[in-house]
């Protein structure tokens, strides 16, 4: 496709595009999302626009499919009813998919969750809550990661293209891991709120019987059922990540390229399944289950913790709660906020393009559903990223085992950058 076309191509693509229509064969997901329907009369129309364009000596970008608007029709972006136009849709992509995601997770998720995992390490994994919050930081990291790789190349490409470089108009990244399937990791993002949900409901279960709290569930249990979930909730997306992958469409007339979504032959086949698992189970079901999980139990939680403190104003006797569990529910209960916060964005998105059909993509509102969604993300982003600032505000323990970590490093450079010293003299 890398190739500039002459006038004696005309003949061919005349009879390829004969031929397919022939076979109804004219890429229908693309045409379906387009609401364009091509028949033979358009072929000597579409002969003389592509010689148009030819004389002036317009090339087809490489990987990019060649698709044909009939006059009137309009592209998802471009539809006059759309609330936001492509270029404000574009913008928020950028800020967050290229700008954002690449600051949040390269100095601040990146190295505070691998200070995390350290931290909850040296406390001991055997103690449950230690486990639990572990594992929350691990797959926060795993989650912002996978995004990171997806768009690894789009600062470089969104540089380039400042400086007045040509630049594919499409991520050879994201072109390349939609076809084998990447966007199923997404499903990290949900075993991320099963955890939320889960230290919620643990916090939540010792402040309120704190004896028995122990004897429930052993930290063993609670291993098996992480073990087993959150693969289970991450991989039951990847029949979700089937139904679209991303292509570039070229538009000969206009002479310009866009990113587009096409539907897969598996969503195809199973149209119905994948849409009640996308829509229904990973669009509202979870999210909602999850986000109501850790409103109730925070709100028990905290409603718990000031009666516990008024009786300890009113009594000297010591509670069935330590000082130290105390410290550590107020360093979760403020996790859980910032989980409901940045969590309500996303549960509210979903909710709104299964209420409004017309707001998905390929609707009449696509770009606003991108904003939308981009928005959303962004909030994901934060959440999975800010949780250490939380765990260093209100756990004292947390700050001291910081500090020891950073003490201890400091003290082992000093010996080496000693050691090198005396080796050179």
């Known amino acids: 496709m890398n190739s500039t076309y002459n006038h004696d191509d005309v003949t061919d693509m005349t009879q390829n595009w004969e031929r397919n229509l022939s076979t109804k064969n004219v890429a229908p997901d693309v045409l379906a999302t387009m609401n364009s329907t091509y028949n033979r009369d358009d072929v000597t129309d579409m002969t003389q626009i592509w010689e ?23 592209i998802p972006w471009n539809n006059p009813d759309n609330i936001v136009s492509a270029e404000a849709e574009q913008i928020s ?20 969750n691998i200070i995390n995992m350290i ?29 990171f ?10 540089l380039k293209n400042l400086l007045g470089y040509d630049t594919p108009s499409v991520s ?8 084998v399937n990447f966007h199923g990791l997404f499903g990290l993002l949900w075993a991320s709120h099963f955890m939320s ?4 409901c643990e916090r939540c279960y010792c402040v309120v019987s704190p004896l028995r709290a122990q004897n429930v569930m052993k930290t063993r249990t609670t291993a098996m059922i992480v073990a087993i979930v959150c693969p289970v909730i991450t991989g039951g997306f990847f029949f979700c990540s089937t139904k679209w992958a991303s292509r570039c469409i070229y538009d000969p007339v206009l002479n310009t390229t866009s990113q587009e979504f096409y539907p897969l032959d598996f969503y195809l086949e199973n149209t119905e399944f994948v849409d009640l698992l ?33 009786w300890r104003e009113q009594t000297s006797s010591a509670t069935s709660v330590s000082s130290r569990d105390l410290a550590l529910t107020r360093m979760l209960v403020g996790t859980s906020i910032l989980f409901i916060v940045c969590s309500l964005p996303d549960l509210v998105h979903n909710a709104t393009f299964l209420i409004i059909p017309e707001l998905n993509a390929g609707g009449r509102y696509q770009n606003f559903h991108y904003m939308l969604y981009s928005i959303s993300m962004f909030f994901n982003y934060v959440n999975s990223s800010c949780n250490f600032f939380v765990y260093y505000r209100f756990g004292s323990k947390f700050r001291e085992t910081v500090h020891s970590v950073f003490r201890t490093c400091s003290i082992t450079n000093r010996k080496t950058e000693n050691e090198v010293s005396s080796l050179v003299k």
């Not at 949900?197 to 919620?200: F, V, Y």
């Open 197 to 200: 949900a889960i230290i919620a």
């Open 119 to 147: 931290v909850f390490v040296k406390h001991g994994l055997k103690e449950r809550i230690n486990f639990c919050i572990f594992s929350l930081a691990l797959i926060d990291f795993l989650f912002l990661f996978q995004a």
């Open 278 to 310: 996308q829509g229904y189970v990973y669009g509202l079901g979870m999210p909602l289950l999850f986000m109501l999980v850790v409103v109730v139990t925070t709100i028990v939680t905290i409603v718990k913790l000031r009666r516990m403190a008024s």
């Open 93 to 112: 992509d950028t800020i967050v998919s290229k700008v954002t995601l690449h600051i949040l997770f390269l100095f601040i998720c990146a190295p505070t």
């Open 52 to 74: 148009r364009n030819l004389s002036t000596n317009t090339a087809v970008p490489e990987g990019c499919i060649v698709v044909q608007m009939n006059a009137g029709d309009f």
């Open 172 to 179: 050879p990244i994201i072109v390349y891991l939609s076809q």
């Open 149 to 158: 790789l997806l768009y690894l190349d789009s600062p470089v490409i969104l």
